[in-house]
């Protein structure tokens, strides 16, 4: 299942989105620490890994992810969309991020803040990975 998917599913759910990746329930409330290199690792596909940067902390009103997109042979990837905001910032690397039908060339240091519910998807250009911190947040309840 795509991200966007589970992150709906857990939504309509009312519970984390790590309950339906780990089977386990996030834990702490005061802080969650993770060193370099770790976090909770997710491997939806090949061409993506992510790795969730407050696995443990409950009640969360953003999703951290450290992103790592490998470079793939496809014109448009396929776009997924999702209740919420996203901020993503490249750490190195370089990506063409599509929006609707919009998209953006993004390299390292660069960053964008855009409306999850509308379709969007990334692709690692010049033939490297590319590397980026995802913040997923929740859609605000009014």
Do not use: W
Request: charged share 25%; glycine share 8%; net charge negative.
């Amino acid at each position: 299942f795509s991200f966007s998917f589970l992150y709906n599913a857990a939504n309509v759910l009312g519970v984390d989105v790590l309950d339906l990746m780990s089977g386990d329930s996030p834990k702490l409330s005061t802080c969650c620490m993770v060193k370099s290199g770790g976090g909770f690792e997710i491997k939806r596909r090949a061409a993506y890994d992510y790795r969730h940067l407050a696995f443990t902390f409950r009640h969360k009103m953003a999703e951290p992810f450290m992103v790592t997109v490998e470079p793939k042979d496809e014109s448009v990837p396929v776009l997924h969309s999702h209740d919420g905001q996203e901020f993503n910032y490249v750490v190195s690397g370089a990506m063409t991020f599509y929006i609707g039908e919009i998209s953006y060339e993004l390299s390292e240091g660069d960053s964008i803040y855009f409306d999850s519910g509308i379709p969007h998807a990334m692709k690692a250009n010049d033939g490297k990975p590319c590397r980026f911190l995802a913040v997923v947040m929740k859609k605000e309840i009014c």
